[in-house]
């Protein structure tokens, strides 16, 4: 059964860089059958995509965020990581990783799909 | 970025009720959408994907139609295990939007 598990500190300072590690389990992140992806969620607020990657090193950001994010991965032990740098309290939220599946193909290319499964969440305050 | 906009982000029902939750998208992304529920303090889970295509477990009374820009969540008749959130997400470009969500409470 595949399991994601998100960990990190739960409190940042402003200013500094929130990083995340997404292990997984009964997957191979090396996969060709799907992305893997971050998303967050502020409290009480909704959902909002952060960027996924894809084996071969596709990796896709959100505009919003692509100047302050970056998504790496170890293959080796089967997770993967997201960096957010230079935050502010507007970056405090629940960050979950999940796999993202693949959308649509088109002559051997695929596109991002669906999220599913979702790991449980790490809530993480950015301090001042 | 497309936008997807949904409706209404609260919604009012009593069990037994037929609910309907609608999604537009700000251009036309053909049946590329999924709709997920969420409960408080717990992960989204997948509900349907490609606008109809329900998630294998998930029960046959919620159902999802539509193409172009406008899409629905229906849930034929709520139960009690229902009354929770959910969002509508786009995939018809690698950078993929969320609805704004519903919450559905207890009438």
């Known amino acids: 059964q595949l399991q994601l598990q998100e960990s990190g500190p739960g409190v940042v300072k402003a200013s500094e860089t929130l990083s995340l590690t997404c292990s997984v389990s009964?997957?191979?992140?090396?996969?060709?059958?799907?992305?893997w992806g971050w998303v967050r969620q502020p409290p009480g607020k909704g959902l909002e995509w952060i960027g996924s990657f894809y084996y071969s090193g596709t990796t896709y950001y959100n505009s919003s965020l692509k100047s302050r994010v970056a998504i790496s991965v170890d293959t080796s032990k089967n997770h993967f990581s997201l960096r957010l740098s230079s935050v502010t309290a507007a970056d405090t939220a629940v960050y979950y990783c999940?796999?993202?599946?693949?959308?649509?193909?088109?002559?051997?290319?695929?596109?991002?799909?669906?999220?599913?499964?979702w790991g449980q969440g790490s809530l993480v305050t950015v301090s001042s | 970025d497309i936008q997807m906009t949904q409706s209404p982000s609260t919604l009012s029902a009593s069990v037994g009720d037929r609910v309907t939750i609608t999604c537009r998208a700000s251009q036309s992304i053909s049946d590329w959408v999924a709709w997920y529920q969420q409960k408080p303090g717990k992960a989204p889970n997948l509900l349907i994907y490609r606008a109809s295509s329900l998630k294998s477990g998930v029960p046959s009374r919620f159902s999802g139609s539509g193409s172009g820009t406008e899409f629905t969540l229906t849930i034929s008749s709520l139960q009690p295990d229902d009354f929770a959130s959910y969002y509508c997400q786009q995939y018809n470009s690698n950078f993929q939007t969320f609805g704004q969500g519903t919450k559905v409470e207890i009438k």
């Open positions: 009964g997957d191979s992140i090396s996969s060709d059958t799907s992305y």
């Open positions: 999940a796999r993202h599946l693949l959308g649509y193909c088109r002559n051997g290319v695929c596109n991002t799909g669906w999220f599913d499964p």
